[in-house]
């Protein structure tokens, strides 16, 4: 049996779109995801950034909810220090109200954007210890009780929900604290690779059932990956050029929505070392890239992340993955 394949969206926004196009063409993706098979689909918070529309996940999420029937809908993920607990309890246990046992809540520690706008977000520690005590709030938030371990406040709209919870994490440490939480980890090598390995391995070897947040039997990994799908190697070269771009502008400082593809001999940021974890071309040559990742990694699942300008191109490459994969 295949892999199980998910899906990562930062809502982005091309050239000459707006936030509302963004969202728009997400939720559409959303559908097609749903009707092709995916495990999931989680967005991913970000402030600050012109070109993605994925900062309040809770309504993006709710959203993709409505529009679809079977596809798991989570964050990947909620960046903690940006929020208090207590409220991103009632939050996803009311998504988990609205909308059964669908929702996931991954949590991050990182911020998400730059320095100053975090600042701005700041409700609570990113520290490991205080990371680790408000996933064991929000556990006894969604617990049968519905009140958190360390304080005797209660959450009406989340006790009951049993919303599973998932550590996010790019390095050893994030690792660490996954495997001892007891959690699955999911990892973002999509854009982060230069710990791939050494953080799977650490998150196994550390993996506790004995931890009070403990919520699974076994370690459970989820990989990010880039992918681009289209009929040809040549055609999935060039429109993986508009995530090359991005990560030119990123480096550079420039301020940009996504750009059109260009021509790969001279499109900036197509051969960033951040980008190598990657699965573009033909739907042969893509699935036969994604295998090796997963053989390389032992990976559980595989979370994918495709940027595109023209939306029509990104969804035709998640049916196209869809349709040799599953």
């Known amino acids: 049996m295949a892999v199980p394949l998910s899906i990562l969206d930062l809502v982005s926004i091309p050239e000459g779109s707006t936030a509302r196009d963004g969202i728009a063409a997400s939720m559409s993706a959303a559908r097609a995801a749903d009707d092709a098979g995916y495990t999931r689909l989680w967005f991913a918070e970000h402030h600050n950034t012109v070109n993605l529309a994925a900062s309040a996940t809770s309504l993006l999420i709710s959203q993709a909810a409505t529009v679809t029937e079977r596809i798991r809908v989570g964050s990947g993920g909620v960046m903690l220090p940006n929020h208090a607990p207590l409220m991103v309890a009632e939050q996803y246990g009311t998504l988990a109200n609205l909308h059964g046992d669908r929702i996931d809540l991954g949590l991050g520690r990182a911020p998400g954007t730059d320095m100053m706008t975090a600042q701005a977000l700041s409700r609570s520690s990113a520290e490991p210890q205080a990371f680790a005590q408000s996933i064991y709030d929000l556990q006894g938030w969604f617990g049968t009780e519905g009140q958190a371990h360390s304080t005797p406040i209660s959450s009406a709209v989340s006790a009951g929900t049993e919303v599973p919870l998932w550590v996010l994490g790019s390095t050893v440490n994030g690792a660490s604290i996954a495997g001892q939480l007891g959690l699955p980890f999911s990892l973002a090598s999509h854009f982060a690779p230069d710990q791939l390995d050494e953080a799977i391995a650490v998150y196994r070897d550390s993996f506790s059932t004995e931890a009070p947040t403990a919520q699974i039997e076994a370690p459970y990994v989820m990989a990010g990956i880039n992918v681009m799908v289209a009929d040809t190697d040549a055609e999935a070269e ?58 390389r990694t032992g990976a559980d699942e595989l979370i994918t992340v495709t940027y595109a300008f023209d939306p029509a191109v990104r969804e035709r490459s998640l049916q196209l993955l869809a349709e040799h994969w599953f």
Request: glycine share 6%.
């Open 238 to 295: 060039r429109e993986f050029t508009t995530l090359g771009q991005m990560f030119a502008d990123l480096h550079s400082g420039q301020r940009r929505k996504l750009q059109p593809p260009v021509d790969p001999a001279t499109a900036p940021g197509v051969d960033n070392p951040m980008l190598r974890i990657k699965a573009v071309g033909s739907p042969t040559t893509a699935v036969q890239q994604l295998e090796e990742f997963a053989e």
